[in-house]
C-alpha cells in the first residue's frame, strides 16, 4: 500500500495528515453540546456561496471555503442510473438550462413528491452524463465572475465530487474542510429502488469518512432514514427539522437513532417579539441537556432574519443565534456566518 493517499482531483494527502485532520474535524465540529469556554460555532455552507457563481457548483464552494466555512453542505438525490449528485432540489428547471433543451422538452412531468404536487424536470430522470450536459445558471441571469474564470462552465457536482472540492479546499486553506450531506426525499426514493442510505453509506465508507471523528456530517428529516444510516455507517447524524414540520417532540431526537446533532430552522431558537431585545427560546438547552449540539438552519424554507426583524437585523439575528448557544450555523453565505462567530467571539456582537 502506498506512502500517500490521493484526494479526488486534488493532490496526494498523507495518510497521517488525512487521518490528524480527520479527527481534528471532528473535536471542533458539533457532535457533542459545548461546555463552557466552549470551541466557536461550526459554519456550513449551504451550497455554496455568492461571488458570481451559481448555488451548488464548484466555484460558489471553493468561495464558501475561502470565506471560511468549516463544512460544505448540500441535498443529495440519485440521477436515474443511481449516481448520487448534490442538489438542493432533484427539479432541475429551477437552476439550470434543462428547460432551452429541446430533446428534453418530453421528460417534463407532474410529480408527488412527500404528499407535494410538483412540476418539471427532476433528476431522477436523467442519466448522470445528461446531468452534467446541463449548465447551473448564473445569479441574476448575468455571468458576473472574473473574467480568467468565465471559461469554466458550471455543472451540477456529484457527492464524490463534492468531497474531493472539500479536500482540496483543506488543501489549499491548510485547515480542515468537512462535508455535510442532507438526505432529500428519501421514502420518494426508496420507493423508485434508488434508495439514499445505503448509496451514501457507501459513499462514506469508500471516501474514509465512517467514524464518528470524520470530517463529515449526515443529515435527515426523516427519523426512519437516520435509524437505517444507524445500521450502515458510523458517521455522526443530524435530525433536521424543516419549518413546516412544526416543533419538535419534547424529547429531541428520541426517534433519530441516537444523532449528535439537530439541525433546527433559526426562527425556532430566538425569541422575536420582542424585536430590539432577541432572547433564546429554550430548545438550545433543551437539545444541549439531552446530549444533542443544535445547528441553526438560516433561511433557506424560511425568511431570515424571522419577521418582524428586518432584512438590516441579519447580523443581530445571526448573533442572537451564537447568544442562544447554536453549536452550527448552516446559511446560504458563509462570510456573515463566520464575521458573526468572529465579534461573538471578540464581544462585538450585537
Not at 213 to 222: R, S, Y
Not at 229 to 239: F, H, I, M
Not at 326 to 340: H, S
Request: hydrophobic residues 45%.
Amino acid at each position: 500500500m502506498g506512502e500517500a493517499r490521493r484526494g479526488l482531483d486534488g493532490p496526494p494527502i498523507s495518510r497521517r495528515a488525512l487521518a490528524v485532520g480527520l479527527v481534528a474535524a471532528g473535536l471542533a465540529g458539533a457532535g457533542a453540546p459545548r461546555a463552557e469556554a466552549r470551541r466557536p460555532a461550526i459554519v456550513i455552507a449551504r451550497g455554496g456561496a455568492a461571488g458570481g457563481w451559481p448555488a451548488g457548483s464548484r466555484g460558489a464552494y471553493d468561495q464558501a471555503a475561502t470565506d471560511g466555512a468549516d463544512f460544505l453542505e448540500s441535498g443529495v438525490v440519485p440521477t436515474k442510473d443511481g449516481v448520487l449528485i448534490a442538489r438542493q432540489s432533484d427539479e432541475l428547471a429551477t437552476d439550470t438550462t434543462v428547460a432551452t433543451r429541446p430533446e428534453f422538452a418530453d421528460r417534463r412531468t407532474t410529480r408527488v413528491i412527500d404528499g407535494k404536487t410538483r412540476e418539471g424536470w427532476f433528476c431522477e430522470d436523467f442519466t448522470l452524463a445528461e446531468i452534467k450536459s446541463l449548465v447551473l445558471a448564473m445569479p441574476g441571469g448575468q455571468d458576473r465572475r472574473p473574467a480568467a474564470e468565465r471559461a469554466e462552465r458550471p455543472a451540477i457536482l456529484t457527492l464524490e465530487e463534492l468531497i474531493g472540492t472539500a479536500r482540496k479546499a483543506s488543501v489549499r486553506a491548510a485547515r480542515v474542510v468537512g462535508v455535510y450531506v442532507s438526505l432529500l426525499h428519501p421514502k420518494y426514493f426508496a420507493a423508485l429502488d434508488l434508495p439514499l442510505e445505503a448509496s451514501v453509506a457507501r459513499m462514506i465508507r469508500a471516501q474514509g469518512y465512517n467514524a464518528a471523528a470524520a470530517a463529515l456530517f449526515v443529515a435527515a428529516d426523516d427519523p426512519d432514514s437516520l435509524k437505517a444510516l444507524a445500521e450502515l455507517t458510523r458517521a455522526r447524524r443530524v435530525r433536521r427539522w424543516r419549518a413546516d414540520q412544526g416543533p419538535p417532540p419534547a424529547e429531541l431526537g428520541a426517534q433519530a437513532a441516537g444523532p449528535a446533532a439537530v439541525a433546527l430552522p433559526a426562527s425556532w431558537l430566538i425569541d422575536v417579539s420582542n424585536p430590539k431585545a432577541l432572547a433564546a427560546t429554550g430548545l438550545v438547552g433543551r437539545a444541549h441537556d439531552a446530549g444533542l449540539a443544535v445547528h441553526a438552519w438560516v433561511g433557506d424554507d424560511e425568511a431570515f432574519p424571522p419577521p418582524p426583524l428586518k432584512p438590516g437585523d441579519a447580523r443581530r439575528a445571526l448573533a442572537g443565534l451564537l447568544a442562544a448557544g447554536a453549536d452550527g450555523l448552516c446559511a446560504d453565505l458563509a462570510g456573515p456566518a463566520v464575521r458573526a462567530r468572529s465579534e461573538a467571539a471578540s464581544g462585538h456582537a450585537g
